[in-house]
């Protein structure tokens, strides 16, 4: 085995413990390359479902504006580059993974905080036309409230394309997730489009990297609605 999948299996066994210290000094511990390593054993095939996703909306060109949250290493980045994407920004909670994403070359610029912990940057609001994210939605990692920033990042009509295992996508779940997809639908917020199931995991593997259902979402962004002029007198 080599040094670098030697590597990448130790990662998995600290995956494995999801430890309860702020997920930024977490992954500012990881080697970026042993990372992308292990999501490759792992089959983490999130961000190619998200990707397909992407690609058969309409009005999604080289020209839309995509904020990648929760890039990583820049991964979803790599994929939204090579099919001729270029407005694309990115955020992570590891000031390492951004350092990585920001030398590959995919992002016009990348930045480090905690979504959902702190007000969405004001020169981010209203702003994409797609907001996308992928392994984020996970224990001790984004919390239900980073989906309201995701939101808020959008344009009126934008996208919001991501994933997440299906026994987090349940109401009631401890988490929050679908809950505060839910909430902001009833608000006239969000409009749920689309949602599909893919599989995820490898045979042999145990808890988080067992064969395992995965689902993926696509909604948008309500417009406001024109309410026109006001009548006079």
Not at 7 to 23: H, Q, V, Y
Not at 46 to 71: F, N, R, T
Not at 216 to 226: E, G, K, M, N, Q
Request: negative net charge; contains cysteine; glycine residues 10%.
């Amino acid at each position: 085995m080599s040094s670098l999948a030697q590597d990448a299996k130790a990662l998995m066994e600290r995956f494995r413990s999801m430890p309860t210290e702020k997920i930024g000094s977490f992954y500012n511990s990881m080697d970026p390359e042993a990372y992308d390593e292990m999501v490759r054993m792992v089959n983490c095939t999130e961000s190619d479902h998200i990707l397909a996703k992407i690609l058969e909306q309409p009005g999604l060109d080289a020209s839309s504006e995509i904020y990648d949250v929760g890039c990583g290493t820049g991964l979803m980045g790599r994929l939204l580059h090579e099919q001729g994407f270029r407005e694309i920004d990115g955020m992570d909670a590891s000031e390492q993974f951004v350092s990585e994403a920001t030398r590959r070359g995919h992002y016009r610029s990348c930045e480090s905080f905690y979504l959902g912990e702190r007000m969405l940057p004001r020169e981010r609001l209203g702003r994409y036309d797609l907001v996308t994210a992928h392994g984020v939605w996970v224990p001790n990692h984004m919390p239900a409230k980073a989906i309201t920033d995701c939101v808020n990042a959008l344009k009126e009509g934008g996208y919001l394309i991501t994933a997440m295992r299906s026994y987090l996508w349940k109401k009631g779940e401890k988490h929050g997730y679908r809950d505060m997809v839910d909430m902001m639908i009833e608000q006239g917020k969000l409009q749920l489009l689309e949602t599909g199931h893919f599989m995820r995991g490898v045979e042999g593997g145990d808890a988080m990297f067992a064969p395992q259902e995965s689902i993926y979402l696509v909604a948008r962004r309500v417009p406001t609605p024109d309410r026109g002029e006001l009548p006079k007198g």
